[in-house]
């Protein structure tokens, strides 16, 4: 995911991604502890994405205490 595809979704989209992330990140570290991961990068990018989205979600909120 893109920082720009981040961006332009919604707080609640963004939300729920960040949930919908967490699930995917779950699955992937079990796969991995049990032997069944195909590409072990695909964890780098779920947890890339997660603070894309976490970071975008942070400026929002900094943005709507200042004004």
């Known amino acids: ?5 981040v961006h332009e979704l ?5 939300t729920r991604k960040a949930g919908d992330l967490k699930d995917e990140l ?3 570290r079990f796969q991995s ?4 991961l195909e590409n072990p990068m695909r964890i780098r990018d779920v947890k890339k ?3 894309r ?9 900094l943005k709507a205490q200042q004004g």
């Open 26 to 28: 779950f699955k992937l």
């Open 53 to 61: 989205v976490k970071t975008v979600l942070r400026e929002r909120e």
């Open 10 to 14: 919604s707080t609640d989209e963004l």
């Open 1 to 5: 995911m893109k920082a720009k595809d």
């Open 33 to 36: 502890a049990t032997g069944q």
């Open 49 to 51: 994405s997660i603070a």
